[in-house]
């Protein structure tokens, strides 16, 4: 059976570490772990130890061994996801991570449907930045991707961008993802689009800040899903 594991941000990291209440039911209520068990703790920056859990009192500590360096060793994925209606960005996180991306960005565009506003939103990064904690968990990675504040797609076009970066776009003349990852680096930017897709406009721009204009030569695919499928392509090394 593989070790219990748990994240803890690295500026929390000492060497005897008081539990929250939240990590505290998770290992103790819905894990059953109890005084002398020990765990595997990490950082979500590619680094591990490993722990014993205790009780003093009322309290419950983490006993904290050696940090160890174990990076993920995948390409530095970052996926852009245009806004999406209701639940569908949890599941996008959720997979993008189980994946293997470094971080993903939320935008909107033209064809964006749901509008939100701002302390909306900043529930909805938080509620995003625990999903991608305890998927990081469970597929047993040491990072956990950076959810970026949101922007608009024409402050990301117009951002700092890597050597390979590729848009989604059904019309695309005979690119593919897959056949451009061959020869990409381990620096790697994805955007995909709404529900409907980026406008021939927004392609137009972002062809020419130098991005590929790809399909994934599938059968059409839901945002979400086309999502998740770009970006495991891309954490492929």
Do not use: Y
Not at 106 to 130: G, L, N, W
Not at 223 to 233: G, R
Request: with cysteine; net charge positive.
């Amino acid at each position: 059976m593989s070790r219990p594991r748990i994240h803890i941000p690295a500026d929390r990291w000492e060497p005897r570490l008081v539990l929250g209440d939240a990590e505290r039911r998770h290992l103790v209520s819905v894990l059953r772990l109890g005084p002398g068990d020990r765990l595997e703790v990490f950082d979500g920056q590619g680094h591990v130890c490993r722990a014993e859990l205790v009780r003093d009192g009322r309290q419950w500590l983490l006993s904290l061994g050696p940090r160890e360096s174990r990076p993920d060793n995948l390409p530095e994925v970052r996926l852009g996801i245009a806004l999406l209606k209701g639940k569908k960005l949890d599941a996008v996180v959720r997979m993008a991570t189980e994946v293997g991306v470094t971080s993903i960005q939320i935008f909107t565009c033209a064809r964006s449907v749901p509008k939100t506003d701002a302390r909306r939103m900043q529930e909805r990064i938080r509620r995003f930045e625990t999903i991608a904690s305890e998927s990081a968990r469970q597929s047993c990675r040491s990072s956990v991707p950076i959810l970026q504040p949101p922007r608009s797609l024409e402050e990301v076009l117009s951002g700092d961008l890597p050597p390979f970066c590729a848009i989604l776009h059904e019309g695309a003349d005979g690119r593919t993802l897959s056949g451009l990852l061959t020869d990409a680096g381990p620096e790697r930017l994805l955007l995909v689009g709404p529900e409907g897709g980026f406008t021939p406009g927004e392609v137009e721009k972002a062809g020419q800040r130098g991005f590929h204009i790809v399909r994934l030569d599938l059968p059409v695919l839901r945002a979400e899903t086309a999502a998740v499928v770009a970006a495991a392509l891309a954490c492929l090394p």
